[in-house]
């Protein structure tokens, strides 16, 4: 890790490294350059930037993005306030006044709007333009944009357009490989290594499923979810379908199929 780090890494969330990505996001925080993050769901980007926060001890600010999030949403607006009417910032614009990290989960989702907003703010100018309030708005020193999607995701609507995803250093996540995935799992959920270690290989047989029954494999996340309601006490088997097999499919014939691919795994 990089010496410039304060000795915060005790309160940091639990994170454990894939590659260089701490590093990555380290320079690329020190440098004021914005940082995109590609990866499938639940592969551990937002525990990423909750981690990095901590260590760099900024603040965070975390928009979830969805199809009716605008610029508007991110800035701020004028609101009705007993009686007069103020202004409230967006997320956006605290941590652009604060100095802190600004992380946009699945920037993809959000309205064309967006994109505009932050090409400012991803050169050097490191500008936020504020129309409604006449302000042009000078980031503070510690301000970071992060971003973040799933490229499996991608349609011809809702990609990021070549001018801005060329604003951003890009890091590319994965699943992690089983030394990695299972004491993760372990750590998160309390369970012990061996049953973590199972839990592990079946994600990894429901993983290369993907593109033949199922749109997309299973996570980390669901992984450490069924782990968690197995160290609380839930059978084995059910807490896989709860959390491994039902949230990946809706079709019957699927989740058997699936349940036969357990069974061959887990006994």
């Known amino acids: 890790m990089d010496g410039r780090f304060p000795t915060q890494g005790a309160q940091a969330p639990y994170y454990l490294a894939q590659g260089d990505e701490c590093q990555v996001f380290a320079a690329a925080y020190h440098a004021n350059l914005p940082l995109l993050l590609k990866g499938p769901t639940g592969c551990g980007k937002t525990r990423f930037v909750a981690h990095m926060a901590a260590r760099l001890n900024r603040p965070l600010y975390t928009v979830a993005c969805h199809d009716d999030l605008s610029a508007a949403d991110l800035i701020g607006r004028y609101l009705l306030k007993g009686g007069e009417t103020v202004w409230m910032d967006g997320p956006l614009t605290r941590a652009v006044r604060e100095g802190a990290i600004c992380y946009l989960d699945e920037v ?160």
């Open 108 to 267: 993809v989702e959000a309205r064309k709007d967006v994109a505009v907003v932050l090409h400012p703010l991803t050169d050097d100018r490191r500008m936020l333009p504020i129309d409604r309030t006449g302000e042009e708005l000078q980031a503070a020193p510690g301000f970071m944009l992060v971003a973040s999607y799933n490229p499996g995701y991608q349609n011809i609507l809702k990609t990021l357009k070549p001018s801005t995803r060329q604003r951003f250093l890009s890091v590319e996540f994965t699943f992690p490989k089983p030394a990695q995935e299972i004491p993760v799992v372990a750590q998160e959920s309390g369970l012990g290594p061996e049953q973590a270690a199972l839990l592990v290989r079946l994600g990894g047989k429901l993983r290369a499923l993907k593109g033949q029954d199922l749109e997309e494999g299973v996570s980390t996340r669901l992984v450490v979810y069924a782990a968690t309601l197995i160290a609380n006490g839930m059978d084995f088997h059910r807490a896989i379908r709860a959390a491994m097999i039902e949230p990946l499919t809706d079709d019957p014939e699927i989740r058997k199929g699936l349940m036969d691919v357990v069974v061959a795994v887990t006994g």
